[in-house]
């Protein structure tokens, strides 16, 4: 009834041209899609949660729930093993399965018969199945490390064993006698990570079988797919992320061999990229690969061979939508400018122009949308509708209906906008950022954005410098965000945004400017473009400041502790300050091991810079940090202590990476207020 009452008002709404709501969540998209779609049925079975609870950044604990929409019941998981809540439910493709997990063990729900089965029995705690640990969780971005087969026969899943990964522990202070401890297992660079193995349930029989894929090397899993041909695929990265494969298994023979490699000596390769791949009903596949320097789509043969490249060279490819394999048309997003993003149709068919396996002749991409900004899409299972969600800086999230033949868009309507957000926000009378490419005195030219409160040169304005400059970010995308800098601006200040070298979106190159060697050309951008801005007229070049967060907190006060620097105060929130404390997977994509790149760990160390620290500072952590922990500010404070440094200090008690528990993210930007007031 819900999902009908959804498709009467969306039709209603648009037809009549005023379709408004608040909100349009995935859900509601995808039965909007489902409209007309002959290949979309409704299942019997659905999943519900409620009452989560947050574990770390993606993962929750939940009450979990089938409901059955033809009985009109709802059966609660987990309940047959006595489990109140349990997390990562996920239903089997013929919808007679859920699989879930709780404390660290799988577990089946046969929806059949109500009764409930457990996958592994795993009675030590530092065997993992099926779940992420904290490294794969916050590094790999997934928290399910299982999967279903087609057929539903089988469940695939991940197993770490983390014996020799050594613990961290910190104080939870709360408001007892005694403060208490948590504890997790956080390989540090160049530490022991969790061994991996992948293994196969078989649902009939009940038996698992380890897969041939480990060749007893310390490596990483991050992804396992099924191919619609019943083919388990499993990426295994190496520790330095320096080779990926994706390795096709028999599930049954458990003999795996390589359907796609991919290697590099001079950078890191994407694991990430494996998410967007695209899978044809024979067997061949659409890979999306930075291989040549930009991030492009490659078509390939169901034995693995490259058959032709599909996306042109100098843009990066930003995700894969769907294909039709009846018009032959694969659809995408890429950066038409670093800061925007479009959607593409291109032909997948052979050009005529080039029969070599390197396909460098390729199909025009045709761009389906319109408005300068950023564009995301989401397509029907048939591919024949598309829901545009586009956003700039001056345009709330607003999604509009299409249907796709081809390479051919035609607006069906608006489904939904925010008129009266756009009024009000105009009302409030502040500037619309300035997009600038600022010089670097390197040859290179940087991506930013200013935002400018009074523009005339009477009046001069500080500036802030916000920025994140990690490597493969962005922050200056042409998109509808109004956080922290507006209300800097109503307090008078200008603020410049800037992405410095190895930014994402321009190149595989330029993502890897800083690689094995973090630190020092971000400061120097941002000097260069502090500089650069400073000497503009409305803006007072002797009061300046920048500011940044976790790996910006980290380059905040890396680039204070340059000589040439032009900053009268900075604030680094939950820093990084010494790579060698920071985890394995994320530090080691970029700077590989300490073991292996002693001299780019030593320069890149906030420790060694202490007594070049100059300027006001202010930092600020939380001392519940789980992944920039607060060890990171404690031994930088030691070392600012020993040069006789003098710094501002704010610590949040027991609150995590985000600051955002009670009243802190309000407190937390009042301090920051005062400390600009105080010192620009």
């Avoid at 920025?467 to 200008?494: C, D, I, M, T």
Wanted: proline share 4%.
């Amino acid at each position: 009834m819900k999902i009908l009452l959804i498709f009467l008002t969306v039709l209603q709404g648009i037809l009549a041209g005023d379709y408004n709501p608040t909100t349009l969540s995935a859900a509601e998209q995808d039965s909007i899609l489902a409209m007309g779609d002959q290949t979309a049925t409704a299942g019997r079975y659905r999943l519900e949660s409620e009452n989560e609870e947050r574990i770390f950044r993606r993962s929750r604990l939940a009450e979990w729930y089938v409901v059955d929409t033809m009985r009109h019941t709802r059966k609660k998981l987990g309940a047959g093993m006595g489990f109140d809540q349990v997390r990562d439910a996920v239903m089997s493709p013929n919808g007679r399965y859920v699989a879930f997990a709780k404390d660290n063990n799988l577990y089946i729900h046969k929806l059949d018969f109500g009764t409930e089965v457990a996958v592994t029995k795993n009675e030590d705690t530092d065997i993992i199945s099926g779940i992420a640990d904290w490294l794969y969780e916050e590094e790999f971005g997934t928290t399910a490390l299982f999967a279903w087969s087609p057929d539903s026969k089988m469940l695939a899943f991940v197993r770490l064993d983390e014996h020799e990964v050594p613990s961290f522990s910190w104080d939870i202070y709360g408001d007892t006698q005694y403060p208490t401890q948590e504890s997790l297992r956080y390989p540090k660079a160049g530490c022991p990570n969790a061994k991996a193995s992948v293994c196969v349930y078989d649902v009939a029989t009940k038996g698992i079988q380890t897969m041939q894929v480990t060749n007893g090397q310390d490596l990483y899993f991050p992804r396992l797919r099924w191919t619609p041909a019943g083919e388990l695929l499993v990426l295994r990265v190496n520790r330095d992320q320096t080779k990926m494969e994706v390795l096709s298994c028999n599930a049954k023979s458990t003999v795996s061999h390589p359907l796609y490699k991919e290697e590099s000596d001079r950078y890191f390769v994407d694991y990430s990229l494996f998410d967007e791949w695209q899978w044809l009903s024979d067997g061949s596949f659409i890979a999306l690969s930075e291989k040549d320097g930009w991030r492009r789509a490659y078509l390939h043969n169901a034995q693995g061979a490259q058959l032709r490249v599909l996306t042109p060279a100098d843009i990066d490819v930003t995700a894969l939508y769907a294909v039709d394999e009846k018009s032959q048309t694969l659809y995408y997003q890429a950066a038409t400018t670093p800061a925007t993003r479009d959607i593409y149709a291109v032909s997948i068919k052979p050009n005529g122009k080039s029969s070599s396996a390197s396909g460098n002749a390729t199909h025009m991409p045709v761009k389906l949308t319109e408005g300068e900004g950023t564009h995301s899409a989401r397509f029907s299972k048939d591919s024949k509708r598309m829901i545009d969600c586009f956003q700039s800086f001056d345009t709330p999230h607003t999604y509009t209906l299409y249907t796709i033949k081809g390479a051919n868009a035609t607006k069906i309507g608006l489904i939904l906008d925010h008129t009266a957000t756009i009024t009000a926000w105009k009302e409030q009378g502040l500037p619309e950022p300035e997009l600038l490419r600022i010089p670097n005195g390197k040859g290179q030219e940087l991506e930013a954005m200013l935002l400018t409160p009074h523009p005339s040169p009477l009046t001069p304005n500080p500036l802030v410098v916000m920025h994140y400059s990690g490597p493969a970010s962005q922050r200056v995308l042409n998109r509808w965000r109004k956080r922290f800098e507006y209300a800097l601006v109503e307090q008078g200040y200008a603020v410049l945004i800037v992405d410095t070298r190895g930014s994402d979106c321009r190149g595989r190159a330029w993502r890897n400017e800083t690689y094995m060697s973090l630190g020092q050309k971000e400061a120097e951008d941002l000097i260069a473009a502090a500089n650069y801005i400073g000497a503009r007229e409305e803006i007072d070049a002797s009061r300046m400041a920048i500011l940044g967060w976790s790996y910006g907190g980290y380059e905040t006060l890396y680039t204070m502790s340059q000589k040439n620097h032009p900053f009268k105060a900075g604030i680094a929130i939950a820093p990084v300050t010494d790579w060698k404390l920071y985890d394995s997977a994320y530090t080691e994509r970029y700077m590989r091991r300490p073991q292996v790149n002693p001299r780019g760990y030593e320069e890149a160390s906030l420790l060694n810079k202490a007594a070049d620290l100059s300027g006001a500072v202010l930092i600020i952590h939380g001392t519940g940090d789980d992944n920039v922990h607060v060890q990171h500010t404690m031994q930088y404070i030691n070392a600012l202590v020993e040069a006789d440094k003098q710094f501002e200090m704010q610590l949040y008690p027991d609150d995590n990476h985000h600051l955002r528990q009670g009243n802190n993210a309000k407190h937390m930007h009042e301090r920051i207020l005062r400390f600009l007031n105080t010192n620009l």
